[in-house]
């Protein structure tokens, strides 16, 4: 009898250890980008991959400029369905005939939400929470190429730590203070986590890089206009640098982009690309943006000079093999100080998980009589002895 109650109270333990592992591992997939969504026609054949959440509604525009929108999902085989709405109208664009998005445009925000996303060929991991990760060498190099043209670009290399749904939030703090800077333009600066690194290889003026993606979110007051800028982006590369630009997906989040009508994020290469080729693809982007923005050309003739100027983690390479020292990352526990959010809510959110975890096991295992108890022998069954102390059975002979 004694052998079953314990069993019995086993079990309880382990269905609460589960809840609670049951609620960690959906938030840690979803902020890790981990949901690879494969984009199909009606017949079944793959279109393309995508790391992000996908909803019936959204859109996609083709390389080869062929307008869908997602009829169906299948969650468990994480496959998107899509109705080829015919091709969408690509803007007539030439480098001597471009307007520029507007006259006065001279001032351009740059910033990463995911701070931590990086080069597993370059970087050695496809994330880096302490310091300096890829995707800001990424950002510093497009800034100094955007500022080959004329342009007048500020980076803000702010962390905005963990990387989790709550992420945009806090970057949108950074956004909105580069607007307050007098940025009239805005580019998020990311890289796509989906495992195939062909699906982003493409070579440009007879080198290796990588392309780019666009995405706008459609759930925003802006949505139509960051649809029109980012089909004009999209329209200069195909026009200068065809292939450079892989697509366009228009998603049901906002990503921000109701700051600004000129806003879109960009998406350098995936985690398995080639680091190397990733930065190449900077200059090239950085002439479509130039052109798009001002109507003249920078030109992406190789400039080492521009690379050198990037600014980078204090003490690591430059893309070009300079070391640079002058450049500080904010750390995390400042900018938290500066904005009340951040790791702070991070670590609220674990303490949160933890307190659900032990309301449920005490609820499992039979009400809040001598919980410690029972918390200690779980931590001792659960590590074998290692954590807590296991009770007499004469303490919990009733439970």
Avoid at 64 to 74: E, F, H, M, P
Avoid at 99 to 121: C, F, I, M, N
Avoid at 183 to 211: C, M, N, W
């Amino acid at each position: 009898m004694k052998r079953e109650k314990a069993m019995k109270k086993w079990s309880f333990a382990l269905c609460a250890a589960v809840l609670a592992l049951s609620l960690l591992l959906p938030a840690g997939a979803h902020a890790q980008g981990e949901s690879i969504w494969t984009l199909a026609d009606e017949s079944g054949q793959k279109i393309t991959s995508i790391a992000a959440d996908v909803d019936i509604g959204d859109e996609y525009i083709s390389g080869d400029n062929q307008l869908y929108r997602v009829k169906a999902i299948d969650r468990v085989n994480m496959v998107a369905t899509m109705e080829n709405l015919g091709e969408e109208p690509a803007l007539s664009l030439t480098e001597y005939e471009l307007q520029p998005v507007a006259a006065a445009v001279r001032s351009v925000g740059l910033y990463a939400t995911h701070t931590d996303e990086a080069y597993e060929k370059g970087d050695g991991s496809a994330s880096l929470e302490n310091g300096w990760a890829g995707i800001l060498d990424v950002a510093s190099t497009l800034k100094s190429y955007l500022e080959k043209g004329g342009l007048q670009v500020e980076l803000d290399v702010t962390q905005h730590l963990p990387h989790d749904a709550g992420a945009y939030r806090r970057s949108r703090a950074t956004a909105t203070n580069l607007v307050r800077q007098g940025a009239q333009v805005l580019f998020d600066v990311h890289r796509d986590g989906i495992p195939d690194p062909s699906e982003y290889q493409v070579e440009v003026d007879g080198e290796e890089t990588t392309k780019v993606r666009l995405l706008v979110g459609r759930s925003n007051p802006n949505s139509a206009a960051n649809k029109e800028f980012a089909k004009k982006i999209k329209a200069v590369g195909d026009e200068k640098y065809p292939g450079l630009i892989k697509d366009i997906f228009i998603g049901k989040g906002d990503y921000n982009q109701e700051i600004l009508p000129q806003s879109v994020l960009l998406e350098f290469g995936t985690h398995t690309s080639d680091k190397e080729e990733v930065l190449r693809s900077t200059e090239y982007m950085a002439d479509v943006l130039n052109t798009v923005l001002t109507g003249k050309s920078a030109g992406a003739k190789r400039d080492e000079s521009a690379e050198q100027s990037a600014p980078v983690q204090p003490g690591a390479p430059t893309p070009s093999g300079g070391i640079r020292q002058d450049v500080e990352v904010v750390p995390q526990s400042q900018q938290n100080n500066n904005r009340g959010d951040g790791s702070g809510s991070g670590i609220a959110w674990i303490l949160g998980l933890a307190v659900l975890g032990v309301l449920a096991f005490a609820l499992l295992s039979g009400g809040f009589g001598n919980l410690g108890g029972r918390l200690k022998r779980f931590s001792s069954e659960l590590t074998g002895g290692a954590v807590g102390d296991k009770p007499d059975d004469d303490n919990d002979r009733d439970e």
